[in-house]
Nanobody
Framework: QVQLVESGGGLVQPGGSLRLSCAASGFTFSRYAMSWYRQAPGKERELVATLTTAGVGINYADAVKGRFTISRDNAKNTVYLQMNSLKPEDTAVYYC?????????WGQGTQVTVSS
């Protein structure tokens, strides 16, 4: 079955960087666009960025444009989110997801906390 396992979160100071990873299995990874979402406490889950099968990042949220970069390694069945210049408002649980309505499942997420 489809499995998505996020990792790489943690506590970081404002202005710092983190790289999140999402290891995928149970489907043909290279054939699907992938997305990162995040959910902050008390807020709805929101789309952060989407990566096409061609490796082009699209649909970046306005709040992260110029700071976050989504990428993939099809040989490793992994999608990444490089997060630079982190701000306290980036604090959230980050999730990856297959960008296809036929795959509704989510991983467990990885917590990112930006605080001094």
């Amino acid at each position: 079955q489809v499995q998505l396992v996020e990792s790489g979160g943690g506590l970081v100071q404002p202005g710092g960087s983190l790289r999140l990873s999402c290891a995928a299995s149970g489907f043909t990874f290279s054939r699907y666009a992938m997305s990162w979402y995040r959910q902050a406490p008390g807020k709805e889950r929101e789309l952060v960025a989407t990566l096409t099968t061609a490796g082009v990042g699209i649909n970046y949220a306005d709040a992260v444009k110029g700071r976050f970069t989504i990428s993939r390694d099809n040989a490793k069945n992994t999608v990444y989110l490089q997060m630079n210049s982190l701000k306290p408002e980036d604090t959230a649980v980050y999730y990856c997801k297959i960008s296809d309505y036929r795959f509704p499942s989510w991983g467990q997420g990885t917590q990112v906390t930006v605080s001094s």
